[in-house]
């Protein structure tokens, strides 16, 4: 009240007075107009700035994963960045660039590459042969804590080389695999057009032609079905389209998860026992089989399976040969001490192998045209057997 009979108003939101209730009233609107206005162009500049955080956020994922997926090609050769050829030639280039190779040899060597794979023929550089003859001489001697011990037929020992160093692994293991089958009659028939080792390109167009007869195509489309000029690893899968697609017998196994304490896999070495010791159970120490050897495959690296022996304690210790072990280290084998210690290159234990999965590939017999037909359609649904 102003005194002389006037009533006064005050805006609530800003302490004006007023003496008519209907200009209190229109001014009070504007306010709430005001406040409306400006809380809707903060919605609409909050919903704008999440946009903008949303698009960036989305955009640095696909720049995190295109750049993985560039990665993940080049760990597994399938970027385009040549194959065995080119790797082999700048290899050497470096080896004469450092001193470490006279420019004659890299000439000549280049030239047994050339000729290696016009051929398709592997040069035998890095193959090591008669260790599984010295071991069945060791064993023979043997006698402090070996009870038994299986050997498969001859393998020869293959490791990797300037061309296919970091990833021709499944390659050097399968030529381990082959050089055992070419000395077994038994597989004559399936191995009459492959007499000879075949080099790492040839293998890799062998893979191509299975896979053209309809073998694995989930598999096949992984490597965009080309392996030939590439540095792609290969692994169980390939190796058994490869096998059966020349009639070759044979069965992945996968130990999928660990079966005994500390991640290990006793079961692994249970079934490789199975696999050798089956058919040959007489009483002699060393048993020298017909089995051909067994492709053992992990990630990120595969090793082939010469041999088991089972000690007086019961356990159980693989013989393995690595292709990451050079012809030297494999040389000291054949001239094998009489205490043994160079068999520490070949040897694991159950405690040994700790990875979180295994996979393994066994040759066990031939192939009709009918069943090699009927394992071709079973390996475009499933191709291996998973041990529970």
């Known amino acids: 009240d102003t005194g002389n009979g006037e009533q006064l108003y005050e805006c609530p ?28 162009t903060d919605l609409e500049l909050a919903q704008q700035l999440q946009t903008e955080e949303d698009e960036r956020q989305r955009s640095e994922e696909e720049k995190r994963e295109r750049e993985e997926f560039k990665k993940l090609q080049r760990q597994y050769g399938l970027d ?87 990833w021709g692994c499944g390659y050097r293991n399968f030529q381990m695999l082959l050089s055992s089958l070419l000395q077994n009659s038994f597989y004559d028939n399936c191995l009459r057009d492959t007499t000879l080792i075949p080099s790492i390109p040839k293998i890799q167009s062998m893979i191509e032609d299975a896979w053209r007869e309809g073998f694995d195509p989930h598999g096949a489309s992984h490597f965009n079905n080309r392996l030939h000029g590439s540095k792609a690893w290969i692994g169980a899968c390939e190796i058994y389209s490869l096998l059966t697609s020349l009639r070759i017998k044979c069965q992945i196994i996968d130990f999928h998860k660990p079966t005994g304490p500390m991640g290990t896999h006793p079961r692994l070495f249970e079934w490789i026992l199975h696999y050798y010791s089956t058919d040959n ?31 007086k304690n019961k356990s159980l210790c693989l013989l393995l040969f690595d292709p990451g072990c050079s012809s030297q280290q494999m040389q000291k084998l054949l001239k094998q001490n009489s205490d043994g210690t160079g068999l520490r290159l070949l040897r694991k234990f159950v405690g040994s192998l700790k990875e979180k999965q295994y996979q393994i590939v066994a040759v066990d017999g031939v192939l009709s045209s009918e069943e090699k037909a009927a394992r071709c359609r079973a390996s475009q649904v499933l191709t291996s057997e998973k041990i529970p």
């Open 80 to 166: 385009n960045s040549g194959g065995f050829k080119q790797q082999f030639l700048k290899n050497m280039e470096r080896e004469v660039d450092r001193g470490r190779m006279q420019p004659f040899e890299y000439h000549k060597r280049k030239a047994d590459m050339m000729e290696s794979l016009a051929s398709g023929i592997d040069d035998g550089r890095t193959k090591t042969s008669g260790v599984i003859e010295a071991l069945c001489k060791y064993y023979q001697s043997e006698n402090k804590d070996v009870r038994r011990v299986w050997l498969s037929a001859g393998v020869d020992h293959f490791h990797s080389s300037l061309g296919d160093r970091g």
């Open 13 to 40: 939101m800003c302490s004006l007075t007023c003496t008519d209730i209907q200009i209190l009233e229109e001014h009070v609107d504007l306010h709430l107009e005001e406040h409306n206005f400006s809380e809707g």
């Open 281 to 311: 159970e007489g009483g002699a120490k060393v048993v020298c089989t017909s089995k051909p050897p067994i492709y053992l495959q992990h990630q990120g690296h595969s090793r082939t399976v010469v041999g088991i022996e089972e000690k």
